[in-house]
Each structure stands twice: as C-alpha cells, then as structure tokens.
C-alpha cells in the first residue's frame, strides 16, 4: 500500500543542517549487495511493517557498524560536532568499537560524508531477517544467543556511568563472526542500537492507516545488554528515536547503506 511505502521510505529531518560533499569517489568496500521480499509475521513491530510483504530494491549495506575511529576522521576532515561522551572515554582503545551518542542529524551527515546514506528500515530488516516467506527472529541460523547482547546493565543515569559501562562493554564491529548473517552482516542484534532512515509510525484511530512520526525515527537491533532486560528479545522489537540534535545514546550508533544501481 502507498501508507506502507511511506513508513518505509527515508524522509528528510530538519535537524539535518550540516551537509558535507562526499570525501571521496563511491566505493563498496565493506559493503554486502542486498534484495529481496521481506516478509514480517503479524505481530512484528513497528505497526507499518506487521503482517507486511514489500519487494526490498538491490542495495549494499555496510557489514559492520560505523567505528568510532572511521567517525574520528570524518570530524577531523569536516569540524562536525563531536558525539556527545566523546571525551569521556580512550577514543584510540575504542577504535574499532561502534561509534556511539550520534543524533540522527550526525549520521545522516557522516553517511552523505562517505557518498552513502542510512538504510531504509524496510532494509535494515531484510538484511537481519533475510529475504522471503520464513524470516529469521535473529540475524544467525542455528539455536541460541550470539554477539554482544549478554551483558549487565550495571551503570546509573550519569553520562559518565554510562560511558564507562559502553567503554567496558561494547566490542569491535566484527568481534564475533558467528554473530553474522548467513550473507555476512555483523552485530544486527546486541553490541549497539542503529538508527535507521525511517520515520516513526503510528496508527490512526480506525486501525488501518498510518501516521507517520516525522519527528522520530526508526531505532532497529539492540545494545550489549538487551538479554539484561528482555531475555526474550528479537529482531522483531524496535522502537522509536527522536531526531533532535540533543537526542544522541551512549547505547545508539549506525551503519550505511547504498543504492544498487544497474
């Protein structure tokens, strides 16, 4: 349906305000080519993809989140705001650790920085789940927890606590190989949350069309300690991430996507 194609397509966000010409030709490196039909169970999340079938274009898709030290060049190159906790933590011992506490506006501005952009929510998905009628409720095939999502919540509400707790617990984007995808996509579940390019949904009163939340977006995957306080999560849970620029987590990164063209 056309409200569908609307949830799942990127929009544009106002807090979008630096924008940065490509640093260097479109390359794909490190990137794994993606397609297909993706296929939701009824009771998925959010609401504009339960129960939905939608023919996903070829694309490329980063195979690993967004590291803090490939973020380190990009503010070295472009003078762009630092996340926020930056100095909060040893940058060069986190280096290939996912970057962290970058608004939605930052992403968007480091993805167009690589010639790239953020994926589709209806793209993130298809690369965690797989193409067609029998999706995966978590990136691997096979029984059991994989990557970095069993860890303790064992920090408080201070910025510092919070950082420390990422310092100590996040992992290199490409720590555990059997975390991956059958396609090779890593950490899609646990280690960070990722932010995707699509907007929040909500339902209208009569149950049927959609909303769309222009001032959120799509929040996909989950952080290192999600077992913590879901022992039953999936790739089915999501939530929803204001696009301020004052709305960064400690517990929140991203990764690029691209368009396949022929």
């Known amino acids: 349906s056309q409200a569908f194609l609307r949830e799942v397509e990127p929009m544009a966000s106002a807090d979008v305000d630096l924008r940065y010409q ?5 390359s794909t490196d490190g990137m794994v080519k993606l397609g297909g039909e993706l296929h939701l169970p009824a009771h998925a999340q959010p609401h504009g993809l339960a129960g939905k079938r939608v023919r996903v274009e070829p694309f490329w898709l980063d195979r690993t989140e967004v590291t803090v030290r490939e973020y380190a060049r990009f503010l070295a190159a472009t003078g762009h ?5 930056w100095d909060l933590f040893d940058r ?3 280096g290939n650790k996912p970057v962290v506490g970058v608004s939605f506006g930052d992403a968007v501005a480091y993805a167009e920085w690589r010639g790239k952009r953020l994926p589709t929510y209806a793209e993130w998905a298809l690369a965690a789940h797989g193409s067609g009628p029998s ?11 994989h990557g970095n999502c069993k860890r303790a919540i064992d920090f408080d509400l201070t910025l510092e606590s919070r950082m420390a707790a990422y310092a100590r617990h996040a992992v290199a984007v490409d720590a555990d190989p059997l975390g991956a995808t059958p396609e090779g996509v890593l950490e899609m579940f646990g280690n960070v949350a990722e932010w995707t390019a699509s907007p929040g949904v909500d339902l209208a009163e009569d149950g049927v069309h959609l909303l769309p939340r222009l001032d959120h977006r799509i929040v996909a995957g989950h952080e290192w300690f999600v ?7 999936t790739l089915l849970h999501t939530r929803f991430g204001p696009v301020g620029s004052s709305h960064a ?3 929140r990164g991203f990764r690029c996507a691209r ?3 022929p």
């Open 22 to 26: 490509p640093s260097s030709a479109a």
């Open 227 to 233: 077992l913590a306080y879901n022992p039953d999560a």
């Open 135 to 145: 999706p995966r409720s978590l990136p691997w095939t096979g029984p059991g927890f």
């Open 81 to 85: 705001r630092a996340p926020v906790g």
């Open 259 to 261: 368009s396949a063209r």
């Open 92 to 94: 060069e011992a986190c």
């Open 249 to 251: 987590s400690f517990q």
